[in-house]
């Protein structure tokens, strides 16, 4: 086992299973979708909840195990060791992807599913791995992955990403909400960075 996955916590990700748990009322209920996507026009006329309730909503089963899937697995990883991070997250990172989604793409007329902000998880994870031992190589393959997937995305114009299959053929990879994601990724990684470098060293005996 790599050391980037050594000692791995025990304590069940419980805001993570909540949150895979709504996924899958969702999923159960195939009526609630067009009440709940991201849909652009919908949200111009004061349906906010699409906001957060969009991501929640996933094009098929395939598309609903791959992205809660790795949600849960992050979870496990993250709750314990970031748990402010990783809830703060759950709920200001739906909110950040849609406004970027609206404000810097005006053609993305629907959004769904939770995979942008499980990539946006998984960038934080592995920063803030990397960070923890520069020579480790699992964290910089990792976001090697990550940055290799979004640039096969760009390049097949959102047709990327190619093993899940949608319930929607109109349906397609939404790589700026992937790049929206990793900003906030990396602006959480830098703010966590210097808030460690601000605290105070603590101070020995005698010392003043």
Avoid: C
């Avoid at 809830?87 to 995979?115: E, K, N, V």
């Avoid at 390049?155 to 990793?182: E, K, N, Y």
Wanted: glycine share 8%; net charge positive; hydrophobic share 55%.
């Amino acid at each position: 086992m790599p050391p980037a996955l050594q000692s791995l916590p025990r304590r069940l990700p419980w805001t993570f299973l909540a949150t895979a748990a709504t996924a899958l009322l969702i999923q159960l209920n195939p009526a609630w979708r067009d009440a709940l996507l991201y849909d652009r026009a919908a949200i111009t006329t004061g349906e906010w909840w699409r906001i957060w309730t969009g991501h929640w909503v996933h094009f098929g089963w395939p598309h609903f195990v791959a992205d809660t899937g790795l949600l849960l697995i992050l979870g496990w990883l993250l709750e314990a060791r970031h748990p402010v991070f990783s809830r703060l997250a759950l709920l200001l990172l739906p909110a950040f992807i849609a406004a970027a989604l609206y404000w810097l793409d005006p053609t993305m007329a629907r959004y769904g599913g939770l995979s942008a902000v499980s990539l946006g998880l998984l960038l934080f994870l592995a920063l803030q791995g990397w960070q923890r031992n520069w020579a480790d190589w699992f964290w910089p393959a990792v976001l090697a992955i990550y940055v290799g997937e979004v640039i096969f995305e760009s390049w097949q114009g959102g047709r990327g990403g190619g093993m899940i299959r949608f319930d929607d053929p109109a349906v397609r990879v939404a790589t700026s909400a992937h790049l929206a994601s990793a900003a906030y990724a990396l602006i959480a990684w830098r703010m966590a960075a210097l808030r460690r470098t601000k605290k105070p060293e603590p101070r020995g005996p005698g010392s003043h």
